[in-house]
């Protein structure tokens, strides 16, 4: 069993940065693949970036240059940095874990864990 802990988030103006981080309760989490996901209203839940246990890393076109996912194995932590925010990427930040990289990148139904969120807002 894991659970995550989302941290971070809260209100920017645009252009501005902020970093999230997932907390991973259990001693397994170095065998886990990591992901952000978010939510806008009103919109589906989408994928936004994902690292592979072995550190191998996966973005949305829309965040790449932008976002960056890193994972300290020793804290039990992943984080994402966000730099050059839009309005747009205003939404509820998800974490989420998973043995699969591949289930974290393409198979949103089959993730294993997730937390409960942490809200962005980006203002023009």
């Known amino acids: 069993q894991v659970q995550l802990v989302e941290s971070g988030g809260g209100l920017v103006q645009a252009g501005g940065s902020l970093r999230l981080s997932c907390a991973a309760s259990?001693?397994?989490?170095?065998?886990?693949?990591m992901g952000w996901f978010r939510q806008a209203p009103g919109k589906e839940r989408e994928f936004v970036v994902a690292?592979?246990?072995?550190?191998?890393?996966y973005y949305t076109d829309s965040v790449k240059g932008r976002f960056t996912i890193s994972r300290d194995n020793a804290k039990n932590t992943v984080y994402l940095q966000m730099n050059s925010l839009k309005p747009e990427d205003t939404a509820v930040y998800y974490c989420?874990?998973?043995?699969?990289?591949?289930?974290?990148?393409?198979?949103?139904?089959?993730?294993?864990?997730w937390g409960k969120g942490t809200q962005v807002t980006v203002s023009s």
């Open positions: 259990g001693r397994t989490f170095r065998r886990y693949a």
């Open positions: 989420a874990a998973d043995p699969d990289v591949d289930v974290v990148v393409h198979d949103y139904y089959g993730i294993n864990y």
């Open positions: 690292i592979s246990w072995s550190g191998g890393t």
